[in-house]
């Protein structure tokens, strides 16, 4: 498996993030609209502790069901990744897993606030997936772009933290909640590790200061992750380019030094 040549497989993955990205906006469009309707009629309350979602509204609970089995395919990232010879970093397989397991795990309660975790994703994934979609097919994308996506990303997490808060608040009061304990603690534990974790590399993409040689590791570094996380490809010719600069400029240094060395015997010879 080592000695096997990387893959390149640009068709497979565009059409591959190009389907969960039209899957992702019908899912969205379709669950929003129960949920904005829940939230405009019945309250906060009823959005976050009536499960209706999946027992009264068959176009919601449909796409509730289908973003449940969703998670399964989803993993398919993975193997683009596995194929294309790229490093699998912990941020990568660890979401994967614990989205599926988490979702499957809910699904089977009825869980009542998994409506706001679902729109949210079926939201996020929509814009993300056309971003991957766009960037395989080698569209020039601006930077900027993946930013926001990181940015809603972050806030996906902050707001699921607190719907985990404002839940164990109700339950607190005596209200009735169709959420368990135990499924408000894993839902906490996971969005608050998402958001450290998204939050690290948001820092270490965007906002750590740039200097020199170390920027441009770094930049390849960050480079290499994104393709990873975006399941795309990577532009080999850039990041072969970024390495034999670093070469270049280390052989330039040592060449510099030397002259400088050499220099500096000869003036001393002269003055004795």
């Known amino acids: 498996m080592s000695s096997r040549p990387r893959m390149e497989i640009r068709g497979a993955l565009i059409l591959w993030n190009a389907f969960l990205a039209v899957f992702s906006i019908m899912g969205a469009l379709r669950t929003w609209t129960e949920f904005l309707h829940v939230l405009s009629e019945h309250g906060i309350h009823h959005s976050l502790c009536v499960s209706s979602f999946i027992e009264k509204d068959r176009v919601s609970g449909f796409w509730t069901f289908m973003f449940v089995l969703s998670k399964v395919p989803e993993l398919g990232d993975t193997i683009f990744i596995v194929l294309r010879k790229q490093p699998l970093i912990f941020l990568h397989w660890y979401h994967h897993i614990t989205v599926l397991l988490y979702s499957w795990y809910s699904y089977s309660e009825y869980t009542a606030a998994a409506r706001w975790f679902i729109t949210m994703n079926y939201l996020v994934h929509s814009v993300m997936y056309t971003y991957y979609a766009f960037k395989a097919a ?95 490809p990577c532009d080999e010719m850039k990041v072969k380019t970024q390495e034999r600069n670093l070469v270049s400029k280390k052989e330039t240094l040592q060449e510099t030094c030397t002259d400088d060395n050499t220099r500096k015997t000869k003036n001393t010879r002269a003055v004795f």
Request: charged share 20%; net charge positive; hydrophobic share 45%.
């Open 138 to 232: 080698k569209f020039r994308v601006p930077r900027g772009i993946a930013m926001i996506i990181t940015t809603l990303q972050l806030i996906q997490m902050v707001v699921g933290t607190l719907v985990n808060f404002w839940t164990y608040q109700m339950k607190q009061d005596g209200l009735e909640c169709q959420v368990s304990d135990t499924n408000i603690k894993l839902s906490l534990l996971m969005y608050v590790s998402y958001f450290v974790l998204f939050a690290r590399f948001f820092h270490n993409a965007y906002l750590k200061p740039k200097s020199s040689e170390k920027a441009q590791k770094r930049d390849w570094f960050v480079e290499k992750v994104i393709c990873q996380i975006n399941s795309r």
